[in-house]
Structure formats: C-alpha cells, structure tokens
C-alpha cells in the first residue's frame, strides 16, 4: 500500500513560499523601492496638507478683506452722512445769522423813534424836523427856543445803551416869524428868537433791543457834574 504524507508536502509549500518573500525583502534593491514609496508617501502628505492649509488661509485672508471692505463703505457712509449734517447745521446757522440781522433791522427804526418819543418828554421845548439814517450815522433836526434845552436833549441821547454814540451837535440861532401870534392891523407878527439844531452820531441798530434799560431822569441830566461823555457843541 501506497503512503503520502500531504501535511509536509503542504508544509515544505509554505516555507519555500515563506523563504522566497523573504529573500526579495532582503534584499537591497526592494528595501531601496520601499523605502523609496515611503519617502514618497510621506512627502505627498507633506505636500497635500500644505496645499490645503494655504487655500483655507487664503480663504480666511479673502474673507477678512471683504469685512474690512464692507466696514471701509460703512464708514463712507457714516461719513457723507456726518458731511451732510454739518452743511444743514452751517445753513440753518446762517439763518438764524439772517434773521437776527433782519430783526435787529426791523427793531432799528422803531427804536429809534421810541427813544426820540422818550427824551423828548423828557426834554420839554424840543421840536423835531427830520430824522434820516445815512449809513451808520443818524442826523436829527430840530428847533428849540433855548439852546440849553438842546444841549440837554443831546446829552440825553447817550444813556441809549450804545444805540447812539459819538454824537455831536451844531446849532445856529435864527430870528423867525411867530406864526401863532394874532398879527395886529398895520403892524407885522412878531418874531421870535429859535435855536436851529443838527445832531449827528453813531447808530447801531444791534442794541436797539436795549435802549429802555438806562434812560435818564430830568434830574438826573439837569444835575451840575452829571457823569457822561462830553456833547461837541458848534455854534454859527
């Protein structure tokens, strides 16, 4: 009878199988190629990691430049914005500039006439012809019977706050006809001795709002040694 051993045929199968991988391990040339895919590997893991870090940096570089840009027109318009306001806020100034002026305008010519009405109730004689404004200089004319009361009438118009100023006076004494005398038959009304005045000085319509704040007494402006700015008189 015929005996086969199949275990060791199957056994010296596997180790002649085994030795033969072993042998190509072993040897140089397939340690070189493995080492060779590793170093491979490695480096295009290296490499692929590099790539992908650089395109989510860039990414993050894009998206933080569209912030910046978005928050760079915010800021534009927060800037136009504060433009415009400062342009209504400079308009709206100058109209209230204009408005002012035009009131102290307005205001000019009525007190005027409200402090001649005062000193010349204050000032009893005083009769008034013409009030004109030249420019910044008011020219007032009038007669009066006695030339101290003139005198005292301009003295009177330097308690007005600043209304008026500079003021000087010319006066000139003229002998006129009485025109309220009843004139006798044959013989000519009788005249009467009149002081012709022309008071000149400084307007400014921008204190017209003050001029009820210091107005002299009677008293006060017939008083000897009565504080003020001396009144230039001239005499024809």
Do not use: C, H
Not at 168 to 185: D, G
Not at 202 to 225: H, L, R, W
Request: hydrophobic share 40%; charged share 25%.
């Amino acid at each position: 009878m015929i005996k086969i051993n199949l275990l060791n045929s199957v056994t010296e199968r596997q180790g002649s199988t085994a030795m033969s991988v072993d042998r190509k391990v072993g040897s140089a040339a397939s340690r070189l190629l493995l080492m060779t895919l590793a170093v491979g590997f490695l480096l295009t893991a290296v490499i692929g990691w590099d790539v992908v870090s650089t395109q989510m940096a860039k990414a993050d570089a894009e998206r933080r430049f569209e912030e910046q840009k978005q928050i760079e027109k915010e800021l534009e318009a927060v800037i136009k914005e504060q433009k415009e306001l400062e342009a209504k806020i400079a308009s709206i100034d100058s109209r209230i500039n204009a408005i002012k002026k035009l009131r102290d305008e307005q205001q000019g010519p009525s007190a005027v006439l409200e402090a001649m009405r005062q000193r010349i109730a204050m000032v009893p004689g005083i009769y008034l012809q013409s009030i004109e404004q030249k420019g910044a200089e008011v020219e007032i004319k009038g007669n009066s019977p006695d030339e101290s009361q003139v005198t005292q009438f301009g003295r009177s118009l330097e308690f007005s706050n600043g209304l008026f100023s500079n003021m000087s006076i010319e006066t000139k004494r003229e002998e006129v006809t009485n025109q309220m005398a009843v004139p006798t038959s044959g013989k000519e009304a009788p005249k009467v001795n009149l002081v012709s005045f022309v008071i000149k000085a400084a307007y400014t319509p921008s204190k017209a709002g003050s001029i009820n704040q210091a107005v002299p007494s009677t008293a006060s402006s017939n008083a000897p040694g009565t504080p003020g700015a001396p009144v230039q008189v001239a005499k024809n």
